[in-house]
């Protein structure tokens, strides 16, 4: 899914599941509760998502990816919306769950202004979000280091944070939010091969078109090529997990 909300990784995302997923939020459903999935991408984690509930599912894709999820689960809606403009009655959701979305906006406020609009008194915030400054990487040699910055530059110019995660315990603050806890989770969503492979690809792919920051990105292509031919390492991504409370 190059569209919608670009997550990472676009081979990874239906194979992402709420057992792996949205386990941080698991505690937070009750059956027959309205649990918002915002930035749902193809519904593999919305169907998982509060079995018990009626989950209306969001996204700015093209509507097609869900719809073996639709058939699946008759309890999900899936709608075409925009993160700062829901189509959700005020303080009509018990639950607003998100998983890497809000490293992909370039408002992160406003839509957590309109997460609160929707969230009814006493509803509870539940989002996962990458922190690309945490990330583990070994090795992490000058090569690896300079692609990532390239990787990072991208996320920038498409209107996004690559260290997201590690502000939104704030930003949930000061949104109003109440009841902000935080925590870090490390999880291998591909291999450190792939991860480079998927990098290099993304900077060949920017450089192949006129832009800004060109030759920046023409050396962070080079140092990607250089470690997508090295050896073997390990990787595992840092998500931020936070829960809040709408007061």
């Avoid at 649990?35 to 079995?51: E, F, K, N, R």
């Avoid at 920038?156 to 930003?171: I, S, T, V």
Wanted: contains cysteine; glycine residues 8%; positive net charge.
């Amino acid at each position: 899914m190059l569209e919608g909300y670009a997550r990472d990784a676009v081979s990874m995302t239906a194979a992402r599941t709420a057992a792996e997923r949205a386990t941080f939020a698991q505690p937070l459903f009750r059956p027959g509760m309205w649990v918002l999935d915002l930035g749902c991408g193809p519904g593999s984690i919305t169907l998982g998502l509060a079995p018990e509930s009626r989950v209306p599912a969001a996204d700015r894709g093209d509507g097609h990816a869900p719809l073996a999820c639709r058939a699946a689960r008759s309890t999900v809606d899936f709608v075409t919306a925009s993160p700062y403009d829901l189509p959700c009655a005020d303080a009509s959701i018990d639950v607003a769950f998100a998983h890497a979305l809000f490293e992909h906006l370039a408002r992160p406020a406003d839509a957590l202004a309109e997460l609160h609009r929707v969230l009814r008194p006493g509803g509870r915030l539940a989002l996962s979000t990458s922190d690309w400054s945490k990330a583990r990487l070994r090795p992490k040699t000058a090569n690896v280091d300079a692609a990532l910055r390239g990787h990072h530059l991208l996320r920038r110019r498409a209107g996004g944070d690559p260290f997201a995660g590690g502000k939104m315990a704030q930003l949930c603050t000061a949104a109003g939010f109440t009841e902000v806890v935080a925590r870090a989770r490390y999880r291998a969503d591909m291999t450190y091969r792939d991860l480079a492979k998927y990098v290099e690809a993304r900077l060949e792919a920017a450089i192949a078109e006129p832009g800004r920051d060109r030759d920046q990105l023409a050396s962070a292509a080079r140092s990607a090529w250089v470690w997508t031919r090295g050896g073997d390492g390990d990787f595992s991504q840092c998500w931020v997990e936070v829960t809040a409370t709408r007061p």
